[in-house]
């Protein structure tokens, strides 16, 4: 990995494992959104430097999903992008999992994000059509299996993380400091990334890039409600829940009425899918997007909704991330020249 300034007042270039396998301009990855990762949100992605997935499961059939990804492939010029494959852990009857995969290689899709149960049964289908894998786990030891099943890149999220961190809740530095030494494949981590400071942290743990969702929710390119997007600019990093821990499907949410009702039903030992589906269902969810009426719904929200502190274009994010990443660097220059010349000094 190397990172290096091109040219006084110039961004920083980046040159890792991840931006190498994507080959985009930072190591950034617009992991899916349910509902949200649509055709204008990825393009958007994409044409500013970085790698975004269509969440497949935001269609309702198979010809849907082929125009999503065509409608893509024009927005981006022909640029890669990919699709986001969301797997339950366990196969459930009327899965979609193959017909995903068969429209992905149909469509010359080049890169897929796997997430939820092990990816092995499609590596090899994928492999053969020239399609690259990045699976997205809540642990290392997932990572480390993933690894050895033949997938070409993972990501990793630690505790802050919107959606699903796991059952063990390992922060992400933590996380990011073992997956760094125990995999040898790009690495990306996510969880509480918000700033290019993190992106300079996770790199200087050993990461290739990071994975980053919940800061991109205020993006004017996203499908939801103003009224949504405005409650996100006026959150705090205090305003999420975990829910489903009693499902052991841990769900990091927006703090809501729905949050607050799933929670009081846990407490009471009422947390059995039958009770809590009404509240959680994703059709709740994408209605609350449609509204804006955000006290309704298991809406998926990280701390680093602390970052989102204004709705723009996708472009003006990622720009700031990377004048932030500078500023980052040109801080860690300084304090380590400070330190060097304190110790020429015998200080």
Same mark, same amino acid.
């Given at each position: 990995?190397?990172?290096?300034?091109?040219?006084?007042?110039?961004?920083?270039?980046?040159?890792?494992?991840?931006?190498?396998?994507?080959?985009?301009?930072?190591?950034?990855?617009?992991?899916?959104?349910?509902?949200?990762?649509?055709?204008?949100?990825?393009?958007?992605?994409?044409?500013?430097?970085?790698?975004?997935?269509?969440?497949?499961?935001?269609?309702?059939?198979?010809?849907?999903?082929?125009?999503?990804?065509?409608?893509?492939?024009?927005?981006?010029?022909?640029?890669?992008?990919?699709?986001?494959?969301?797997?339950?852990?366990?196969?459930?009857?009327?899965?979609?999992?193959?017909?995903?995969?068969?429209?992905?290689?149909?469509?010359?899709?080049?890169?897929?994000?796997?997430?939820?149960?092990?990816?092995?049964?499609?590596?090899?289908?994928?492999?053969?059509?020239?399609?690259?894998?990045?699976?997205?786990?809540?642990?290392?030891?997932? @990572?480390?299996? +993933?690894?050895? &099943?033949?997938?070409?890149?993972?990501?990793? !999220?630690? *505790? $802050?993380?919107?959606? =699903? #961190?796991?059952?063990?809740?390992?922060?992400?530095?933590?996380?990011?400091?073992?997956?760094?030494?125990?995999?040898?494949?790009?690495?990306?981590?996510?969880?509480?990334?918000?700033?290019?400071?993190?992106?300079?942290?996770?790199? @200087?743990?050993? +990461?290739?890039? &990071?994975?980053?969702?919940?800061?991109?929710? !205020?993006? *004017? $390119?996203?499908?939801? =409600? #103003?009224?949504?997007?405005?409650?996100?600019?006026?959150?705090?990093?205090?305003?999420?829940?975990?829910?489903?821990?009693?499902?052991?499907?841990?769900?990091?949410?927006?703090?809501?009425?729905?949050?607050?009702?799933?929670?009081?039903?846990?407490?009471?030992?009422?947390?059995?899918?039958?009770?809590?589906?009404?509240?959680?269902?994703?059709?709740?969810?994408?209605?609350?997007?449609?509204?804006?009426?955000?006290?309704?719904?298991?809406?998926?929200?990280?701390?680093?909704?602390?970052?989102?502190?204004?709705?723009?274009?996708?472009?003006?994010?990622?720009?700031?991330?990377?004048?932030?990443?500078?500023?980052?660097?040109?801080?860690?220059?300084?304090?380590?020249?400070?330190?060097?010349?304190?110790?020429?000094?015998?200080?």
């Amino acid at each position: 990995m190397t990172v290096r300034r091109a040219e006084e007042g110039k961004p920083v270039q980046f040159n890792t494992r991840l931006n190498a396998l994507f080959a985009t301009r930072l190591p950034i990855v617009a992991g899916g959104l349910q509902w949200l990762s649509k055709a204008e949100y990825v393009a958007a992605a994409v044409n500013a430097g970085v790698m975004g997935f269509i969440t497949a499961a935001s269609f309702p059939d198979d010809a849907t999903l082929r125009a999503e990804i065509r409608r893509c492939r024009e927005l981006t010029g022909g640029r890669d992008f990919g699709v986001n494959v969301s797997m339950l852990p366990k196969l459930p009857s009327g899965d979609r999992t193959d017909r995903i995969i068969d429209i992905v290689i149909d469509e010359g899709v080049p890169f897929v994000e796997t997430s939820g149960r092990s990816p092995e049964l499609y590596v090899r289908r994928l492999h053969a059509a020239g399609t690259r894998i990045i699976h997205k786990v809540p642990a290392v030891r997932f @990572a480390r299996k +993933a690894e050895a &099943v033949g997938v070409d890149a993972v990501s990793v !999220v630690g *505790a $802050e993380c919107g959606g =699903h #961190p796991g059952m063990d809740l390992i922060g992400t530095f933590v996380q990011a400091a073992i997956a760094a030494k125990s995999l040898s494949i790009p690495l990306a981590v996510g969880g509480g990334v918000g700033t290019g400071a993190h992106l300079v942290a996770a790199l @200087a743990l050993g +990461a290739d890039g &990071v994975l980053i969702g919940t800061r991109f929710l !205020v993006s *004017a $390119e996203i499908p939801a =409600h #103003p009224d949504y997007k405005r409650h996100l600019v006026e959150a705090t990093e205090t305003g999420t829940d975990l829910i489903l821990a009693s499902l052991r499907n841990t769900a990091r949410v927006l703090r809501n009425e729905t949050a607050r009702i799933v929670r009081d039903l846990e407490i009471r030992g009422a947390g059995d899918i039958e009770t809590l589906l009404p509240y959680v269902s994703g059709e709740v969810g994408r209605e609350a997007y449609r509204t804006g009426k955000v006290s309704q719904g298991a809406l998926s929200l990280g701390q680093s909704v602390v970052f989102a502190d204004r709705v723009e274009p996708l472009a003006d994010i990622v720009a700031r991330i990377e004048r932030e990443a500078t500023d980052a660097l040109d801080r860690l220059a300084t304090q380590c020249g400070r330190v060097a010349r304190e110790n020429d000094h015998g200080l």
